[in-house]
């Protein structure tokens, strides 16, 4: 009996999480492009994976993204109409929304994607299991998978491994430094900020999962390249720590950072606020509860610049926004 | 207006005089061959059918070409791919755990003398899950790709034995207490997952749900042939002990009187039982619900006699998994659903029929 | 001196203490072929640990217990299957095994043909009056008709000893007599029959012995007649009773007396 409960509400949150990429619009998910210039791809091109193996691509007219940073950048890369499958979890661009989803990156199947013809399958190293890459694979399709990029060097990585991939270095490097470039800004702008507020990021997945961010959690670097103070870090945390209403007060952050997703598995603001502590901090008696999409936040992909700069805005009131319609997030 | 004890009594009496009718049972000699058939044609459907197209000419061309022998039918390199070295494992695995799960569950129903058993009583199947759970958390990968295979197997393994000697008193193990200790660590077992997964992030826990789902995905031949001895040594040797089964059956004290060495039977087949079991779990995940329903449904239609139960029983949850996982990864192609839960979704209203069946016919339970 | 018939089964100075509690007591025993030896006695005296104890599912803490010449202990089950058949008290059978099948896995120990299963199963079910219930499913029996199934299933295993604990606890007055004349079959055969009675009276009709267990310990062991002594069993069972002649079989006449000799009213 249990099992069959657990079972249901997991396929349940499967079946919920499909159009969850759907419902993001409220939040702050950056400014909208318009469509890039198509990319003229040079092929074949051989390159050495994240397992050292030598993979050769010959056609990128039909790609398979296997997480959503990749799809994005593709995207970027003047390729997107190249993608032939994604994995759920991108959501961003939407004009990607009508791409087939081939199902989570970690548990991909293998008949599945092949049914789809692609010419080239690109990820990172945690898609999985190995036995249906190695599937793929035999079937004779190229599979390049890059290094997990995790600092606020990412960005750049994933592009250059993935435009070296499908042979647009050219418009891989014009893509990098238009991101150094928007990043470069929001730093410099960060560095005019007079304030320094104390930002919290809470990371909740749902009423079990309700933990504070710390050393090493992902946000810490942003928020202080936002220029802000991670309480978290501050007050001692590293990685995560559950949620207890006396280390909420005793952090006494300005400003509470949390996800797209995981304050909507909470009921929303009002759900927040019910979190013991809470209310009680500086943050939550001023309602400065700061709200971004997972990927936007912490995808560590081309938007980074553009969400720095956001963020840097939104946590330094002194600093006047410019009145451009770009600056207004997604409806 | 009847009264609902009325109402209840109406259908003891009811089935009372259906089941007062002399048995009306499918002998074996019809059963077995119907099922032998029945699976080879699930086999030749499962791999057949997927989301890439391949006709049955070309498939026969694959196989034939791989088994040495040369054709002249054309096939792409994909459509060798997609039968050869993904569906036709795949298949095989589905056979194998199918009947192991559904042979594992009929032998135990058999030990505890319990319609309501299967092999999560013993524990092999929260301990294999606790060992995945602890090897993808860790994250250490001591073993390479068969690390969470290895940890489910060792895990299932190691917590049958502890169920087993916590349960033995002056060399002698009591049904009843056996299923009080296995309730007892799967319990123990339940928190130390919980803590696992409260240490895990986020794409740990993703991993960690998708394996206690179940999936056929991970079928490559070599994983195949690396849990063929095990599933051979359990459906081997288990129908070899359908008649001491029987005489089990009867109670414990009137087998031992009719000869039966209880102890030494019942723990031959519970270590046959786990090895089997937890090789089939290492590389599917966990799989509910087969080893609970298929070995009724067999009895309904054949009997209790052991001898035709046990082969029939496997026989039928190979099939069952075959046909199941064939549904599971065509019904949203490309995606595929978690077979663990189709299984389920399957298998617990039927399960509630049962339970509810079974209280109807004996009264209050 | 060897016997000419020599004891089937010997118990000589058997004793079983469980923690504080000492269940039997210096019981000593033999059973001959050819004797139905019938146990009686208050709740508690022994009667069930004396069977456990003489069916070899429990060892004595002191005493010995032998069978056809060999300790008990020292036969493996199968083979003890073959020498000693046990009806248990209650059988928790829940599977849908017919009749026929319940019956036909008494023959387990023994090396059948089909011919010979059938022969004995056919041979067993019309002893105990049951060919007519033979393919009924056991769970949709009555009490009364399991009790006779499983009487079946021990006389297939034809073994020389029959243990018999309350065979009679479920059934009317007919099959209570059936059963016990059946035991005076197997005995008139060759066996041996060692029988728990609570009805007195019924022992006293049928069984060629008796032996009284009083607090562990047998207390009288012999015909009828002998055991049953007015004195004795009022002071075993506590309560006033008298031993007549029954007025028509020649046996004693075992007559309760209720409160202060008088009747019920």
Redesign the interface.
């Known amino acids: 009996?249990l099992?069959?409960a657990?079972?249901?509400i997991?396929?349940l949150l499967m079946a919920a999480l499909l159009p969850l990429g759907t419902l993001v619009a409220t939040a702050h998910d950056g400014p909208h492009d318009a469509t890039p210039v198509p990319a003229t791809p040079t092929l074949p091109v051989t390159v050495t994976d994240a397992n050292g193996q030598q993979v050769t691509v010959t056609d990128v007219s039909r790609i398979i993204a296997l997480n959503g940073a990749t799809a994005e950048i593709i995207w970027d890369l003047g390729l997107g109409q190249n993608l032939a499958?994604v994995d759920v979890t991108a959501t961003y661009p939407p004009e990607i929304a009508d791409v087939?989803?081939?199902?989570?990156g970690?548990?991909?199947?293998?008949?599945?994607?092949?049914?789809?013809d692609p010419t080239v399958v690109i990820g990172d190293t945690?898609a999985g299991?190995?036995?249906?890459l190695?599937?793929i694979r035999?079937?004779?399709?190229p599979v390049v998978l890059y290094d997990q990029f995790t600092d606020l060097n990412a960005p750049y990585e994933k592009i250059d491994a993935i435009a070296a991939a499908l042979g647009v270095s050219e418009a891989g490097d014009a893509l990098k430094a238009k991101v150094q470039g928007e990043y470069d800004s929001a730093i410099a702008l960060a560095k005019t900020a007079t304030s320094h507020p104390r930002v919290l990021f809470l990371y909740i997945?749902g009423t079990s999962t309700l933990l504070i961010g710390g050393e090493g959690s992902g946000a810490d670097t942003i928020i202080d390249a936002a220029g802000g103070i991670d309480a978290g870090t501050e007050a001692g945390v590293k990685g995560f720590a559950p949620i207890t209403a006396e280390a909420l007060v005793t952090a006494a952050p300005d400003v509470i950072l949390v996800m797209t997703g995981g304050l909507q598995s909470i009921g929303g603001i009002d759900g927040l606020m019910q979190i013991p502590g809470v209310a009680e901090t500086p943050a939550g008696q001023n309602g400065a509860i700061l709200e971004y999409e997972d990927q936007y936040l912490l995808g560590l992909g081309p938007r980074l610049g553009e969400m720095l700069t956001e963020l840097t805005y939104d946590l330094h009131p002194e600093l006047e926004r410019p009145a451009t319609p770009e600056a207004t997030p997604g409806a | 207006m009847i009264s609902a004890g009325a109402l209840l009594d109406r259908r003891r009496r009811a089935t009372r005089s259906r089941s007062a009718a002399s048995t009306r049972r499918v002998p074996a000699s019809l059963l077995l061959p119907f099922l032998v058939a029945l699976l080879l044609v699930a086999i030749v459907l499962a791999a057949g059918i997927g989301a890439v197209r391949v006709g049955p000419m070309q498939i026969m061309g694959i196989v034939l070409h791989h088994l040495g022998l040369t054709t002249d039918i054309a096939f792409t390199r994909q459509q060798d791919a997609v039968v050869w070295a993904i569906r036709i494992p795949r298949v095989l695995l589905a056979t194998m755990v199918g009947a192991a799960l559904a042979i594992s569950g009929a032998v135990l129903q058999g030990i505890f003398r319990n319609p309501l058993a299967d092999p999560s009583i013993i524990g092999v199947s929260s301990g294999a899950a606790f060992g995945a759970v602890s090897a993808i958390v860790i994250g250490a990968t001591p073993f390479g790709l068969m690390t969470t295979p290895v940890a489910a197997f060792v895990g299932g393994i190691i917590t049958t034995l502890v169920v087993w000697s916590l349960s033995r008193r002056n060399g002698r193990v009591d049904t009843v207490t056996l299923i009080l200790v296995g309730i007892a660590l799967n319990s123990m077992i339940g928190a130390g997952m919980g803590m696992l997964n409260y240490m895990a992030d986020d794409e740990q826990l993703r991993s960690v749900v998708f394996w206690s789902m179940g999936s056929l995905g991970g079928a490559t031949w070599r994983n195949d042939l690396a849990i063929l001895p095990l599933i051979a040594l359990g459906l081997i040797v288990l129908p070899r002990k359908a008649r001491e089964l029987n005489l089990l059956v009867l109670g414990e004290r009137e087998a031992r009187h009719l000869g039966v060495d209880v102890d030494r039977t019942r723990f031959l087949m519970i270590v046959v039982v786990a090895l089997t079991t937890a090789a089939a779990v290492a590389f599917a995940g966990i799989i509910g619900f087969v080893g609970l329903i298929v070995p009724h449904l067999i009895r309904l239609v054949a009997g209790p006699d052991h001898r035709v139960l046990l082969p029939a029983s496997a026989l039928a949850g190979a099939t069952l998994l075959v046909l199941t996982d064939l549904l599971a990864r065509t019904i949203v192609s490309p995606l595929e659903l978690p077979i663990g839960i189709v299984t389920s979704l399957l298998g617990a209203p039927f399960f509630l029929f049962l339970l509810l069946r079974t209280r109807w016919q004996h009264g209050v339970m | 001196m060897t016997d000419v018939h020599p004891a089937r089964l010997i118990l000589t100075d058997v004793s079983y203490t469980v923690g504080a509690a000492t269940l039997l007591q210096g019981v000593s025993l033999a059973v001959q072929p050819g004797e139905v030896l019938v146990l009686v006695g208050p709740n508690g005296a022994g009667k069930s640990t004396l069977m456990n104890v003489i069916s070899g599912d429990l060892a004595p803490t002191s005493g010995t217990v032998t069978l056809d010449g060999r300790a008990i202990g020292s036969y493996r089950p199968n083979e003890l299957a073959l020498r000693r058949a046990v009806l248990p008290q209650q059988s928790l059978l829940q599977f849908a095994f017919t009749v026929r099948e319940v019956v036909e896995m008494g023959r387990a120990p023994h090396d059948d043909t089909a011919e010979e299963l059938r022969a004995h199963v056919e041979r067993a079910l019309e002893r105990t009056e049951m060919a007519l219930f033979a393919d009924r499913v056991y769970p949709s029996l009555s009490g009364g008709e399991k009790a006779r199934a499983q009487l079946g299933r021990v006389l297939a295993q034809e073994t020389p000893l029959l243990l018999l604990d309350e065979p009679t606890a479920s059934l009317d007055i007919r099959h209570q007599q059936h059963v016990m004349h059946l035991a005076q079959d197997v005995a008139a055969e060759g066996g041996s029959v060692v029988a728990v009675i609570h009805d007195l009276n019924l022992a006293a009709s049928t069984a060629h012995r008796i032996a009284l267990l009083h607090r562990g310990r047998i207390v009288s062991d012999g015909a009828p007649w002998v055991v049953m002594d007015e004195q004795l069993l009022s002071e075993v069972y506590q309560c006033p009773i008298a031993v007549s002649k029954h007025p028509i079989l020649n046996c004693p006449l075992v007559l309760p007396l209720g409160r202060n000799g008088s009747t019920v009213t």
């Open positions: 009996m099992r069959f657990r079972g249901l997991f396929a499958g087939p989803k081939i199902g989570f970690r548990q991909l199947s293998a008949e599945g994607i092949i049914s789809l945690t299991p190995p036995e249906v190695d599937q035999q079937a004779g399709i997945r």
